[in-house]
């Protein structure tokens, strides 16, 4: 995907669910149509919607309802760069993030972009629930080592389950 500066990310996105993450010349956003194939994104599967449910009640939150699915797929080298999740509507419900293939650096930081951040090293399975007071707080992942999965391969691959739609 493009970046309104004209870049590109270096992690590759797509999405399935409702609506799905986009970012293109015009900024980034939350859409219902995959750009790149004009169509809607695929059906969020029932089996991701169960385990974003459970890992959000196993970790004390509210069941989670995901109307989107972020897949980013890492190739090593490729990082993403410091950031708040502040696009969706429903700021109280939390996002569950789920990692599978190369293990990566996860880089907790605080609510101030200057914050300083906290290494954390995910592998494939472990699944991180964020909600509540860090919901907003920056974070990113460190350039990925080069590795060979057994399942994936080189690269790692991320699935991050939001509402984003306001509360019903
Ligand atoms: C990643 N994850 O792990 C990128 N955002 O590849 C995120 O940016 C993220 O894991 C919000 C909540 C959890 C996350
Ligand atoms: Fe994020």
């Known amino acids: 995907m493009a970046t309104r500066g004209g870049g590109m990310l270096s992690v590759a996105m797509t999405n399935c669910g409702k609506v799905g993450w ?19 994104w695929p059906e969020l599967p029932s089996l991701f919607g169960s385990v974003a449910r459970e890992a959000a009640m196993a970790a004390g939150y509210d069941a989670l309802a995901p109307d989107a699915c972020l897949v980013n797929r890492y190739e090593p080298r490729t990082k993403l760069s410091l950031h708040q999740d502040r696009d969706e ?30 290494k954390v090293r995910v592998e494939s399975g472990d699944v991180v629930v964020w909600g509540g007071a860090s919901r907003l707080a920056f974070h990113a992942v460190a350039p990925l080592a080069a590795g060979e999965h057994r399942l994936a391969g080189a690269c790692r691959i991320n699935l991050t389950f939001r509402r984003v739609a306001s509360p019903a």
């Open 22 to 40: 986009i970012s293109d010349a015009r900024g980034y956003r939350y859409d219902r149509i995959d750009p790149l194939t004009g169509h809607p």
């Open 89 to 118: 509507l429903d700021l109280a419900a939390p996002i569950v993030s789920v990692s599978l293939g190369l293990a990566a650096t996860f880089l907790f930081g605080g609510l101030q972009r200057n914050a300083p951040t906290r």
